[in-house]
Each structure stands twice: as structure tokens, then as C-alpha cells.
């Protein structure tokens, strides 16, 4: 067991080149060996990107069997998302545009992991474009609305790509990436940039990048872990790292995009879905799951600032990006 623990963490920090969320190469026998000594057990598995921890029904992966179909129903779009070979389009950079693509399957995951390949680029100079992507984990799918194209007072998790300061006194440089949990009670405020909802954030320079752009995100027994990797380095870096979050089983993967004066491209390439396997204890595997509802337990006051990481903290080859859970 910790043997395999120890690779499955070796793969969180460092991507195999070409094959996104895959290790790189590990260490040696004799190096493993000490390292697995002097570390004793691992506490937290996490995927290394293999396929048979990959949820293909609730993956989008070219050629996007699946998308739209009446035959293979697993993923629906609407409004000016758009289909092609290489990517899915949710807006054009153009004005006055929402696009979303859901999926059709429930997730009745308890511990999961996504990674995201994603791009968002357009003719706009500085501070004139936006407004940039959402990634969801909801109950509710398909309902457009004034939040990045989705619904507002949602049920579940959202994580958001933010790349235009609608507060002009601000002093969060964006792009800007930020989480939020809902339990259907609280309103994205856009006039704020979601500033009183969110839970933490960290500054992410992904827009117009000549290289792949990715974005992982790991919930399990509580934890909420996002990654990036945007510098074209083959190595995931911290973002956003939170405990205290209970999210049910049950609810949909989306992502959704919006533009309003201001435009981009929001293009998602691919979304993985993994399954972490994670032992829970009796008592937590006779709760009913479904019927948790969202929520964090140490939600500040919405007049306190939030969270942030620093941005330059990075995830060398054969550290766990989560730690010790």
C-alpha cells in the first residue's frame, strides 16, 4: 500500500510530457525504498492519471463521442457553445455571448479528482476582455444565467476563471482563479468579482498563453486541492488548498462562459474525471451522501479578506501537492 501510495503522489507533481496528468519517471528501487522508510506511510492517495482510475462517463476526451448525441447522451451543450475536432467552444470572442457544456450522468464519486485542459485567448489588450470560465460541480445543470453563463444561488461547487476586475479598487491581480460552495443561499456578487463568497483564490496567468494551459481539482475527505500548470513546465502548481468542505454525491460536472461588453475565446480541450480510491471509515460509509448538504466549516465573515496562496509556491517532482490529509 505505500508503495503504490508514494507513485500515485510522485504523479500529482510532476506530469508526463505529451500525456497530461500522467508521472513522469520515478525513482529508483533503492531511492523509493529510503524514501518510503524515512516518510513511513502515506496519508493521501492521489491519482497518477492511469486509465483505470479514469471515469470515462464523466470525461470529455476528443473526438467527444458522446457529446450531443441521442445514442451516447453523456455530455449536453447550449446557448453559443460549439463543437469542433479539437476543442469545444463555449463563446466566440464576441459580445453578449453564453455557452455551457454539462454532463449527463450524476457523479456518485465520494473522492474525486479533474484535470482540465482549457484555453482562453482573443484580440482584447489588457483589461479589455473577459469574462472568463467557470467549472462546476452542481445539482442543478443546464440553467443559464448571469454567472459566467450558469445559474446563479447554486447547489454545490464552483471554481472560477476569472480574467476581467469589474471592482476597479481591487488589489487582486488577474487573471484571477477563486472557488466558492453554495448551498442555493448565496449570490455571486460580478460588481465584486465574487469577493464575499469566496472561500480562496490565487492569481493564475493563463489568458493568450502559446502553450497548453491546465487546472486540476481534488476533493476528498473534506479537502479541496486546485493546481494549475501554465507555464509549460510539465509541473502543477499551488493555488488553492482548503479543508472543512462537505460536498454530496450525486451532483454534475459543467463548465460554462460568458462574455458581456468584453470578450474572449473560452475553449475547454478536455475534462478527466478520476476516481481516488480512498478508504473511509463504517460511519462514513453508511451516511447518505446524496443528501449532504454543501457547505465549508470555517466560512469567514464576508468582511474578512480572503485566503490566498502564494502564487509562486511550486510542487516539485515526488512531493504530494495535497500533504498529509
Not at 505505500?2 to 510532476?14: M, S, T
Not at 475536432?85 to 463555449?90: F, I, K, T, W
Not at 474525486?112 to 469574462?131: A, I
Not at 489568458?207 to 486546485?226: E, I, K, M
Request: charged residues 20%.
Amino acid at each position: 500500500m505505500a508503495a503504490e501510495g508514494w507513485f500515485w503522489l510522485w504523479g500529482w507533481g510532476r506530469r508526463c510530457l505529451g500525456r497530461p496528468g500522467l508521472p513522469g519517471p520515478g525513482p529508483g528501487p533503492t531511492t523509493l525504498l529510503f524514501l518510503l522508510l524515512l516518510l513511513g506511510s502515506v496519508a493521501a492517495d492521489i491519482t497518477d492519471g492511469n486509465s483505470e482510475h479514469l471515469k470515462r462517463e464523466h470525461s470529455l476526451i476528443k473526438p467527444y463521442q458522446g457529446v450531443g448525441s441521442s445514442s451516447m447522451p453523456l455530455w449536453d451543450f447550449q446557448g453559443s457553445t460549439m463543437l469542433t475536432s479539437q476543442y469545444v467552444r463555449l463563446t466566440p470572442d464576441e459580445r453578449s455571448k453564453e455557452g455551457s457544456i454539462w454532463n449527463h450522468q450524476p457523479c456518485f464519486l465520494k473522492d474525486w479528482e479533474m484535470h482540465v485542459h482549457f484555453k482562453v485567448h482573443g484580440t482584447g489588450k489588457k483589461n479589455l476582455h473577459g469574462d472568463g470560465i467557470a467549472l462546476w460541480y452542481t445539482r442543478d445543470r443546464l440553467v443559464p444565467g448571469p454567472v459566467f453563463g450558469s445559474k446563479d444561488n447554486f447547489h454545490g461547487l464552483a471554481i472560477f476563471l476569472d480574467t476581467y476586475p469589474n471592482d476597479e479598487t481591487t488589489e487582486r491581480v488577474f487573471p484571477y482563479i477563486s472557488v466558492m460552495v453554495n448551498n442555493g443561499s448565496l449570490s455571486y456578487d460580478h460588481s465584486k468579482d465574487g469577493r464575499w463568497t469566496e472561500l480562496a483564490g490565487c492569481t493564475a496567468d493563463f489568458r493568450n498563453r502559446d502553450h497548453d494551459t491546465f487546472l486540476a481539482v481534488r476533493y476528498s475527505r473534506g479537502r479541496l486541492t486546485v493546481m494549475t500548470d501554465l507555464e509549460d513546465k510539465n509541473e502543477w502548481k499551488n493555488c488553492i488548498d482548503i479543508t472543512g468542505v462537505r460536498l454530496p454525491t450525486g451532483y454534475y460536472f459543467g463548465a460554462s462562459a460568458g462574455t458581456g461588453d468584453l470578450s474572449d475565446n473560452h475553449d475547454i480541450i478536455s475534462m478527466k474525471v478520476f476516481q481516488l480510491m480512498v478508504e473511509h471509515t463504517p460511519d462514513e460509509e453508511n451516511i447518505d451522501w446524496t443528501k449532504i448538504e454543501p457547505s465549508v466549516n470555517f466560512l469567514k465573515s464576508p468582511k474578512a479578506p480572503p485566503f490566498l496562496l502564494p502564487q509562486t509556491t511550486m510542487i516539485p517532482r515526488g512531493t504530494s501537492a495535497a500533504g498529509p490529509s
